[in-house]
T-cell receptor, first 115, second 116 residues
């Protein structure tokens, strides 16, 4: 399978715990995005990487959130001291630099439930 | 900033009936527009995209959409609904950033329900 891969698919945690999600983009894609999707809403942009550089962070990304993309390959999204409001689907997407139309390829998401 | 509005959070049709899902956009520049479909507990799959070529765009699974600049609309249609079309549909507009890359801004989605 050469699509975008996310792990884990589901995570249940207690409030206050830290969680980390991993995203492996399509191999030739140098652009990587994280989105958050809550119930009844469309995906909301969180952050963007071009290669290893994090070029933009949404105001939705509080200080408890951190994302990395070492070596410009896979990416991780860590949430520290989770809160119930963090419960959502976290979607990763990738695209190729020449994709000027903005088409994104999405993974199947990591669903977080904070108890 | 670009935005999209999807009219109707839920649309119900009978199998074999016409599907019409509405999307209106707001953009200060000629937009690139997309429709994505999301099945339960899955990611988003691209149905079709408008990139300033033909105004009538054909996608997968028999869906098509027409770009109407005068109405700032990009409605999604399918002549005959199948049970397998039941899913959530998202309209999105490409949001060009000053640094040269683009991301997508999504509508809130429309859940399509298909009854036998």
């Amino acid at each position: 399978d050469t699509g975008v891969s996310q792990d884990p698919r589901h995570k249940i945690t207690k409030r206050g715990q830290n969680v980390t999600f991993r995203c492996d983009p399509i191999s030739e894609h140098n652009r990587l995005y994280w989105y958050r999707q809550t119930l009844g809403q469309g995906p909301e942009f969180l952050t963007y990487f071009q290669n290893e550089a994090q070029l933009e962070k949404s105001r939705l990304l509080s200080d408890r959130f951190s994302a990395e993309r070492p070596k410009g390959s896979f990416s991780t999204l860590e949430i520290q001291r989770t809160e119930q409001g963090d419960s959502a689907m976290y979607l990763c997407a990738s695209s190729i630099n020449s994709g000027l139309t903005g088409e994104l390829f999405f993974g199947e998401g990591s669903r977080l439930t904070v108890l | 900033a670009q935005s999209v509005t999807q009219l109707g959070s839920h649309v119900s049709v009978s199998e074999g009936a016409l599907v019409l899902l509405r999307c209106n956009y707001s953009s200060s520049v000629p937009p690139y527009l997309f429709w994505y479909v999301q099945y339960p507990n899955q990611g988003l799959q691209l149905l079709l995209k408008y990139t300033s070529a033909a105004t009538l765009v054909k996608g997968i699974n028999g869906f098509e959409a027409e770009f109407k600049k005068s109405e700032t609309s990009f409605h999604l249609t399918k002549p005959s609904a199948h049970m397998s079309d039941a899913a959530e549909y998202f309209c999105a507009v490409s949001d060009q950033r000053s640094s040269g890359y683009s991301t997508l801004t999504f509508g809130k989605g429309t859940m399509l329900l298909v009854s036998p």
